[in-house]
């Protein structure tokens, strides 16, 4: 699901992020980008929060459909791969356009009117022109794309609930649940001359600072909530 979110977001952002390059108003190209990476401001909590009240059983989504007699009766879209696909999509879709606009940018268009004054039609001059030059940005969406759905968890609880699986609320519960003894997760800092050292970690229930200079070291135990 993961690689069909990916390059769902790739698809959409290629064309969008075509338009874009090639419009030649650089007003409107740059109103058109901050609407792209407007939507990004949002936190994911308010952006979930938004999807859930378009995609309920009682939401817009279904009262539009059941409004125009597309179908009969309200149907579930909220808690399924389906939604979460689409909610990721949403929070895909800029990164991948950004990425893609900058590359497309570079490509000249005078390469476009070679290709069509040698016949080829416009569709065809994108795919064998256009594309293969924009080859390195494709891939580099594709990782940030794929990078960002695996860390993705607010979306997938939210919006596909308990029965969605994926890989950052699965290491999340496995984290919680996980009981390792003797186990010690050290954060250490050092001042820039080296003169002190200190260092944090848990000791059982408590959360143990210790600090180390050239007098000697120092422990303090803090107790737990």
Same mark, same amino acid.
């Given at each position: *699901?993961? /690689?069909?979110?990916?390059?769902?977001?790739?698809?959409?952002?290629?064309?969008?992020?075509?338009?874009? #390059?090639?419009? *030649?108003?650089?007003?409107?190209?740059?109103?058109?980008?901050?609407?792209? %990476?407007?939507?990004?401001?949002?936190? !994911?909590? %308010?952006?979930?929060? =938004?999807?859930?009240?378009?995609?309920?059983?009682?939401?817009?989504?279904?009262?539009?459909?059941?409004?125009?007699?597309?179908? $009969?009766?309200?149907?579930?879209?909220?808690? #399924?791969?389906?939604?979460?696909?689409?909610?990721?999509?949403?929070?895909?879709?800029?990164?991948?356009?950004?990425?893609?606009?900058?590359?497309?940018?570079?490509?000249?268009?005078?390469?476009? *009117?070679?290709?069509?004054?040698?016949?080829?039609?416009?569709?065809? #001059?994108?795919? *064998?022109? /256009?594309? $293969?030059?924009?080859?390195?940005?494709?891939?580099? =969406?594709?990782?940030?794309?794929?990078?960002?759905?695996? !860390?993705?968890?607010?979306?997938? /609880?939210?919006?596909?609930?308990?029965?969605?699986?994926?890989?950052?609320?699965? %290491?999340?519960?496995?984290?919680?649940?996980?009981?390792?003894?003797?186990?010690? /997760?050290?954060?250490?800092?050092?001042? $820039? !001359?080296?003169?002190? %050292?200190?260092?944090?970690?848990?000791?059982?229930?408590?959360?143990?600072?210790?600090?180390?200079?050239?007098?000697?070291?120092?422990?303090?135990?803090?107790?737990?909530?």
């Amino acid at each position: *699901e993961i /690689v069909s979110r990916d390059w769902s977001s790739d698809v959409c952002s290629s064309d969008l992020a075509y338009y874009i #390059t090639r419009l *030649e108003s650089q007003r409107l190209r740059g109103i058109l980008i901050i609407l792209t %990476v407007l939507p990004l401001l949002l936190g !994911n909590a %308010v952006r979930s929060a =938004a999807w859930m009240l378009m995609m309920g059983t009682k939401g817009v989504a279904n009262a539009v459909m059941v409004g125009i007699g597309l179908i $009969p009766e309200p149907i579930k879209i909220l808690y #399924t791969p389906t939604a979460v696909v689409i909610a990721l999509v949403s929070v895909l879709l800029p990164f991948a356009i950004i990425t893609l606009q900058s590359v497309m940018d570079a490509i000249p268009q005078s390469l476009e *009117e070679a290709g069509q004054s040698l016949g080829h039609s416009p569709l065809r #001059t994108v795919f *064998e022109v /256009v594309l $293969p030059l924009a080859m390195p940005g494709v891939v580099a =969406a594709s990782a940030i794309c794929f990078a960002l759905a695996m !860390n993705a968890y607010a979306t997938p /609880v939210l919006i596909g609930g308990p029965t969605m699986h994926m890989m950052g609320p699965a %290491v999340y519960e496995q984290i919680s649940k996980a009981k390792i003894d003797g186990a010690k /997760v050290v954060i250490t800092t050092t001042t $820039p !001359n080296g003169d002190q %050292v200190s260092s944090w970690y848990m000791d059982g229930d408590f959360l143990v600072s210790e600090r180390t200079t050239q007098n000697g070291a120092q422990k303090t135990y803090y107790k737990k909530a």
